[in-house]
């Protein structure tokens, strides 16, 4: 989880909470993947090794992949069983991250696996719906929520409801989410087409976990440069460096980029 860094925490909660519709990200390359890595989901960094989850449709397998600053991948681990092949969002840190594997499908199930990195996921409980996105939310408890986020969650490890929430937000469906230490999860999502044209609406919402509501929520106008979908598609990450807030965003698959846009963080 974020919380490792406090000061870095407030910084990133401060920033977000004072973006608006005409706020401007500077764009700053990325990180291009030397390997196929699937249809990904989401991604944390921790110590220097990328961890991203991601499923393989065609092969209806979930991964858990470990890729390098240079793009290499260096392990990965397979996860899920049987129908239950679909990875959702992650976040953590180097204790490890929770991963939710559910099958295909909203109204389904899911298999919970906490994973040590440099360690195989190992399976902790089965959920009786589908659950995307899933994080420690810094109490105990475990920030998810269903298919399209529709339901905003917040389980024990053991995977009983600590507290639930219909999310009365329909700005985008969160795919991905970043925990911080001042209890809060910055969330990236996808909603309907703009218009008649492939670009969807990206967004970023920052939601408090201890009651399940929005902080805010903003739109996103990044795009990727090579299939011009919206960068908030899928995984996200964070951090501040050299007085900026940077957004590491992955919305393509196969061998993708990790695409990297930065604003002024707040003092």
Not at 17 to 40: E, I, K, M, Q, Y
Not at 167 to 188: K, R
Not at 208 to 213: F, N, Q, S, Y
Request: hydrophobic share 35%.
């Amino acid at each position: 989880m974020s919380g490792d860094d406090p000061t870095a925490d407030h910084t990133i909660l401060a920033t977000l909470l004072g973006l608006d519709r005409s706020s401007v990200w500077r764009f700053d390359g990325g990180l291009t993947l030397g390997f196929d890595a699937g249809h990904p989901q989401g991604m944390v960094l921790i110590d220097g090794t990328w961890w991203i989850s991601t499923v393989d449709i065609p092969g209806r397998a979930g991964w858990l992949l470990a890729v390098d600053t240079e793009g290499r991948l260096k392990d990965r681990w397979s996860c899920g069983d049987g129908d239950r092949y679909h990875p959702g969002g992650v976040h953590g840190n180097a204790a490890g991250v929770w991963l939710a594997v559910a099958e295909y499908r909203p109204h389904s199930t899911t298999e919970v696996f906490h994973c040590v990195p440099g360690e195989a996921p190992v399976p902790r409980f089965h959920y009786g719906d589908h659950l995307g996105a899933l994080a420690p939310a810094g109490d105990g408890s475990l920030a998810t929520w269903t298919w399209g986020s529709r339901k905003l969650l917040r389980l024990d490890i053991e995977g009983h409801v600590v507290a639930r929430r219909r999310n009365p937000s329909h700005f985008v469906d969160y795919q991905d989410l970043h925990v911080l230490g001042t209890g809060h999860a910055v969330c990236s999502g996808i909603g309907r087409p703009l218009s008649r044209g492939r670009r969807r609406l990206g967004g970023l919402g920052v939601l408090r976990l201890d009651d399940l509501t929005w902080e805010t929520e903003v739109p996103f106008t990044g795009y990727s440069p090579t299939t011009d979908l919206v960068a908030t598609a899928n995984p996200l990450h964070l951090d501040v460096v050299d007085g900026r807030l940077r957004v590491h965003l992955l919305p393509d698959g196969g061998a993708g980029t990790i695409l990297t846009w930065s604003i002024p963080s707040a003092a």
